[in-house]
């Protein structure tokens, strides 16, 4: 599998799935969640409501991932994962690893060969963005996937230097 990290806008890259730093309503917001239910379109909300409907009435819980259309996106699906809030009272490292390795597993599920990741929980959710990178990484090249690559698009310099500098630590 393929490991690359660019500077880019999530939204734009042509992919089998783009991950979404979702939260748990899976009803958009900011950020990546925000840009890619925008530039997405409506069948992503849609599809969004009737898993909350069906399947996560009190809303997907953190670490998980579930897939959709990706709408109007490049992509062909959308993987929502709730990443966890940054407390440097609790260790939640293991959540933060969870949401790449159940996309990956999630992309696995529905055929993905390429996937874009963003750098889940270091926006809003306040992770240090040399430890995402590092757990982001580590995880990702740990799993057990049939991915032929995954590409970490990074909206910033500092976030790009630092999944780069993840990515050399071998």
């Given at each position: 599998m ?36 925008r ?9 969004c409501r ?11 819980p953190?670490?998980q ?19 966890p809030?940054?407390?440097r009272?609790?260790?939640?490292s ?18 993905a ?15 240090p ?5 590092r ?19 990074l909206f ?15």
């Open positions: 393929q490991l690359t990290a660019v500077r880019a806008d999530i939204t734009t890259l042509t992919v089998d799935a783009v991950v979404n730093a979702a939260n748990s309503s899976l009803m958009g917001g900011g950020g990546v969640d925000g840009a890619i239910h530039a997405g379109g409506p069948d992503i909300l849609r599809e009737e898993l909350r409907d069906s399947h996560y009435p009190d809303g997907l953190t670490g991932a579930v897939a959709t259309t990706a709408g109007e996106l490049p992509a062909r699906w959308v993987i929502h994962t709730v990443g809030v940054f407390s009272r609790e260790d939640r293991a959540l933060l690893a969870d949401c790449y390795r159940n996309s990956l597993r999630v992309a696995g599920e529905i055929g060969r390429t996937v874009a990741f963003p750098a889940v929980s270091a926006g809003i959710y306040g992770w963005m040399d430890d995402a990178a757990i982001a990484v580590r995880t990702v090249r740990g799993s057990s996937t049939a991915l032929d690559e995954v590409t970490f698009a910033s310099a500092d976030a790009l230097a630092a999944f780069e500098a993840a990515l050399a630590d071998v």
